[in-house]
């Protein structure tokens, strides 16, 4: 089988918030068949290189650098057409570095690299658009953590790269994302206690999505609505808030079993995007009320179930993405992309929770 040469993606140096940091040399090399006669042998490698003179601590979910659970490492197109993504989008508990644990994380040493290995053949429809030459490029906005294990908001790797391109032949029929062996999705949860917190929290992000939704119709694009999403407009943002406050879908599932074997650590809950049902982890039961936000808790702990369950409803609703997440990081991006940040899941959560607590507390 041929393969293509290695395409390698340039990415100019980062300026990590301390200035005592030196800048992160980051570069992608991303290598695949250049003609395959199906999906099934349709592999990709990626290898991520640090050219810098210290360490880079990168978080990996959501892409190229995960391999391990079934979300968007790649926008995937033939003839300009994107290719929709059937996996899973997931939700994290935060972005404190314990809670998370060292799986969620790839350290790069310095003058050294990461490859991963992904199999993509389940993750895209590629039946939809057919044989042909397909345009793949790698997910490589990095969330990058500090010497000290914190993040830092305003470091990212955003690498824009010219895409590698595979001729697939013959098979594109669609590939069903495998459920776990000895697990599988359920209707309704058999845990009442489970099942009664995720209908509350169900509830609670209809309700959070509604108050802000009503939020944006009446006070427009103030300070609090740019600092989310920048110079997005209202009514972008207030149709995907509104989605998620009429949402009604009666084929649409809400789980308590990990079907997919996807709550790794750090992991809350995960929205299968083929079928748009969502999957809830064993810590998404720790997070509290809409109304701890009046006295418990911050908006900026990222803890609260409702915005749990309104961040996955906009997936499953409007398509959402996971650029990144943290309050500070969903700013940040408001001011610096706003069109990704009318995209990202975690933007809503933060805007609605904020909402709420400056509104009803």
């Known amino acids: 089988m041929l393969y293509s040469a290695l395409i390698t993606l340039s990415l100019s140096a980062l300026a990590l918030a301390s200035p005592a940091k030196r800048a992160q040399a980051l570069s992608v090399s991303l290598s695949s068949p250049s003609s395959v006669a199906s999906v099934d042998d349709l592999k990709l490698t990626a290898v991520v290189q640090n050219a810098g003179t210290e360490d880079v ?3 990996k979910y959501g892409t190229v650098l995960d391999a391990d659970l079934p979300t968007r490492s790649f926008q ?5 057409v994107a290719a929709n993504f059937t996996g899973i989008k997931a939700s994290f508990l935060s972005l404190d570095i ?6 969620a994380f790839v350290i790069i040493p310095a003058g050294q690299s990461h490859t991963v290995e992904h199999d993509i053949s389940a993750l895209y429809d590629f039946e939809s658009l057919g044989v042909g030459s397909y345009s793949i490029e790698p997910v490589t906005t ?3 953590w500090s010497n000290a294990d914190e993040l830092v908001p305003h470091a990212k790797a955003q690498i824009g790269a010219e895409p590698v391109s595979v ?11 495998k459920a776990a062996k000895d697990k599988r999705a359920t209707v309704s949860c058999s845990n009442s206690s489970y099942r009664s917190f995720i209908s509350s929290s169900y509830s609670e992000g209809q309700s959070l999505a509604s108050i802000a939704a009503s939020y944006v119709q009446s006070n427009g694009a103030d300070s609090l609505f740019r600092s989310y999403f920048g110079s997005t407009s209202t009514s972008t943002v207030h149709t995907v808030l509104n989605r998620v406050a009429t949402e009604s879908s009666s084929s649409r599932t809400l789980n308590c079993n990990d079907a997919y074997s996807a709550c790794s650590s750090g992991v809350i809950a995960y929205t299968v995007i083929a079928t748009t049902n969502i999957y809830f982890c064993s810590i998404f039961y720790n997070e509290v009320t809409t109304s701890r936000l009046c ?3 911050t908006v900026a702990a990222r803890n609260i179930r409702g915005g749990t369950v309104l961040h996955e409803l906009t997936h499953a609703t409007s398509d959402t993405t996971d650029v990144g997440y943290g309050c500070s990081y969903d700013q940040n991006l408001g001011s610096s992309s706003p069109s990704r940040a009318a995209q990202n899941a975690d933007n809503y959560n933060c805007f609605s929770t904020q909402v709420y607590a400056n509104t009803r507390c």
């Open 167 to 177: 001729e697939i032949t013959d098979d594109v029929a669609r590939r069903e994302l």
């Open 98 to 103: 314990e809670q998370l644990g060292d799986e």
């Open 57 to 59: 601590k990168i978080l």
């Open 295 to 297: 006295s418990g808790t």
């Open 142 to 144: 990095f969330q990058i």
């Open 76 to 80: 995937i197109s033939k003839d300009g």
